[in-house]
């Protein structure tokens, strides 16, 4: 229990802090990102690519744990 509490939240807190980073990159939007104007500029959060990338994230801490 203790342990998939840590890796959603390797999750979580990965893709909330990855979410800048790939931002940077302008991946195509997926199902599930979401966009909204601030001022002039047009900015969009790449929920599913900062998922996708802490999940990678979260199994190789769990490869390392081993």
């Known amino acids: ?3 998939l ?3 959603l939240l390797i999750l ?3 893709g909330a802090i990855l979410a800048p980073a790939i931002m940077m990159f302008e991946p195509d939007p997926l199902p599930g990102d979401f966009s909204f104007a ?3 500029q047009h900015i ?3 929920v599913l690519w900062s998922l996708c990338a802490s999940g990678v994230l979260a199994l190789l801490y769990s490869q ?3």
């Open 5 to 7: 509490a840590i890796l």
């Open 64 to 66: 390392f744990r081993r």
């Open 12 to 14: 979580v807190l990965g």
């Open 38 to 40: 601030w001022g002039n």
């Open 44 to 46: 969009a959060v790449p």
């Open 1 to 3: 229990m203790r342990r």
